[in-house]
């Protein structure tokens, strides 16, 4: 069996070395699998597929024989370390998360909820207000599934609508008869994208003034996944588990495609086998840093042979519109009918570049977003090759004081957080001159050449950072950023002043803060969950298996306004044509 070459890190040799022990069986075979599907999860994978990873003219057989027979390696359903399931290769524990989750998935989407459909059609009408002229109203018709259906998913890049529909769709089953104490759980993957869905959600319920009158019993409270669990601190367990279920109703996740498979496999295992599960999120954008991709999991399987004739009956009766989509005879996926995507952009018209980037960015075509970038005067998008390292400083001084030259101009902690946020630089990579760290090193020094900020020590005025682990105690969660500002309370000292719940600021002793960074820059990966009126996105000049359409998207649609791209051009193309690929058997298991 031939594997790819990997370097594979200290981990995955002693799980090897600990599987050969157990099974009392030093096999080349059982050594290299336990290796590779250690480096798999690592790398974001949830198995490895021996079939696809087996050598030109390799016996597979002789290779599985020699797993099934090396007495550490079971079936589906059986408990072992490693789990053989139709060719793919697992941990256990990867396996069974899995397995459990796609079982949930599966179960929820096949429950129809009994509605009163002449209060809905009544709401969705007040709610959304005239239906649109010869097109299908993608937000109303999500609304219709969400009162329909267990489990809803609704993708859409940024703009299409999602916080503003889960809203409604909140309104509208706070309406239906008996759900006067509907228990709603709003959560989000990271303290970042709570803190926006919960502004969001502020703004979207504002905008229902008059049109419903149960407006003040949508809840904006939003927590992380691992506070709505109930996370035990120092441990891997929850409070809420199968065991001790969610006390809701109804469960919203946001920015869903950050969520990890061992995570979404908790909180769907937490949750009562009648609560409504509705995610959120954007199915073109990166999977999570961690194992799995979920949502883009989710999405595929859904996205098979359209809507049944039952749900097309419901969302017509109920919107008073027609379904765009064509009825298709044979089987369909089990969650066709929870899947809505959102396809209409409020945010990027159809003059935007920023549109018109990501759409061709996202549909691998190249040489369109080629031709976008070198088209004079396109709004809101500027492209220039990446410079060489000894250019870098001068080249990057007129952005950087274009987006970071005034943000200290304010005596308000309030407005100068504000005005940091307003732009940001994003990065491919972590490391190097190109990564976050030689940026924010590039940064500091324009910064200080104009007398901006002085960064002759680690803490200094307007220094910013960003936290990079949870810390309960401090109500601090990974991705929040802070600026470094004098102390009014005690002069000569500095602190970090973070937004607060609601209005105002909160500031915390530099000398408490859990981990963080210095956050002028940031890598996308981070920078999920976040948006800005500007970005610049810097791309490395030279080729990167971490260079992908998914995270040129991501970065990409961060931006409300303008996007400046520094990207040579063969390393755009073969980004763009670069997609993540994660093994994993959910999509397998949710289409059965």
């Known amino acids: 069996m031939a594997f790819d070459t990997a370097d594979y890190r200290d981990i995955d040799y002693r799980f090897a070395d600990f599987l050969c022990r157990l099974a009392r069986n030093e096999s080349s075979e059982l050594r290299q699998a336990a290796l590779r599907v250690s480096s798999a999860v690592g790398q974001g994978h949830i198995c490895i597929d021996l079939v696809a990873e087996a050598g030109e003219g390799e016996d597979n057989n002789q290779f599985v024989d020699a797993l099934c027979s090396s007495g550490v390696v079971g079936a589906p359903g059986e408990f072992a370390p490693l789990v053989l399931d139709d060719n793919r ?7 069974k998360y899995e397995a459990e989750l796609a079982e949930k998935i599966k179960e929820k989407s096949g429950l129809t909820c009994q509605v009163d459909s002449a209060l809905l ?19 109303r018709v999500a609304a219709a599934a969400g009162l329909r259906g267990s489990c809803t ?21 706070l309406e239906q008869p008996g759900n006067e104490g509907l228990r709603v759980a709003l959560t989000a993957p990271t303290g970042k994208a709570a803190a926006r869905l919960k502004e969001a959600i502020r703004g979207a ?43 809701y109703d109804v469960v919203v996740v946001d920015e869903a495609s950050m969520v990890a498979l061992p995570l979404m496999a908790r909180l769907v295992e937490a949750m009562t086998p009648n609560a409504r599960l509705i995610l959120l999120g954007d199915r073109d954008q990166l999977a999570s840093v961690e194992a799995g991709a979920v949502l883009g999991d989710i999405c595929d399987a859904g996205d098979v042979r359209g809507f049944s004739p039952e749900f097309r009956r419901f969302v017509e009766e109920t919107t008073g519109g027609q379904l765009e989509e064509e009825i298709t005879d044979g089987v369909r996926s089990p969650l066709a009918d929870s899947l809505v995507i959102l396809r209409k952009n409020y945010r990027f018209g159809t003059d935007s570049g920023i549109g018109a980037l990501s759409r061709a960015i996202n549909d691998g075509d190249g040489d369109r977003a080629l031709a976008i970038l070198r088209e004079e005067g396109v709004l809101g998008v500027t492209w220039r090759g990446t410079p060489s390292a000894e250019e870098l400083d001068q080249t990057l001084a007129p952005e950087v004081l274009a987006g970071y030259g005034d943000y200290l101009a304010y005596d308000d902690p309030a407005a100068i957080l504000a005005a940091f946020d307003r732009f940001r630089v994003l990065c491919a990579v972590r490391e190097g001159r190109y990564g976050v760290t030689g ?14 900020i002085s960064p002759t020590r680690r803490w200094y005025r307007g220094r910013p950072v960003m936290v990079t682990v949870n810390d309960y105690a401090l109500r601090l969660f990974n991705g929040d950023v802070g600026i470094t500002l ?94 993540i690929e994660r093994r994993s058997g959910l999509r397998k298991a949710l289409s059965g």
């Not at 000292?493 to 937004?499: C, E, K, T």
Request: net charge positive; proline share 8%; charged share 20%.
């Open 121 to 139: 059609r009544d709401g969705l009408a007040r709610l959304f207000g005239p239906l649109p002229d010869g097109e299908t109203d993608w937000q």
């Open 205 to 247: 319920r504002e905008g229902l003034a008059g049109a419903t009158s149960v407006q003040d019993r949508i809840p904006d409270e939003v927590t992380t996944i691992h506070r709505l669990l109930g996370v035990i601190p120092g441990s891997n367990r929850f409070r809420y588990h199968r065991g001790n279920l969610l006390p």
């Open 486 to 579: 004098p102390d009014p309370e005690n002069p000569g000292s500095l602190a970090v002043f973070f937004p607060a719940s609601g209005e105002g600021v909160r500031k915390v002793s530099p000398l408490r803060l859990p981990s963080h960074e210095t956050v002028f820059a940031m890598t996308v990966h981070k920078s999920q969950g976040s948006e800005f009126d500007g970005i610049l996105m810097v791309i490395p000049p030279f080729e990167s298996p971490v260079l992908t359409r998914e995270l040129l998207y991501t970065g990409i649609t961060r931006a409300r306004a303008s996007v400046g791209l520094w990207c040579g051009e063969e390393v755009l193309r073969a980004c763009v044509a670069r997609r």
């Open 439 to 452: 940026l924010n090193g590039a940064i500091e020094r324009i910064l200080a050449g104009r007398g901006i």
């Open 89 to 95: 290769l697992y941990l256990y524990r990867y396996w």
């Open 153 to 173: 998913v609704i993708s859409g890049g940024p703009g299409t609508g999602k916080t503003s529909t889960v809203v409604k769709i909140i309104a509208l089953l």
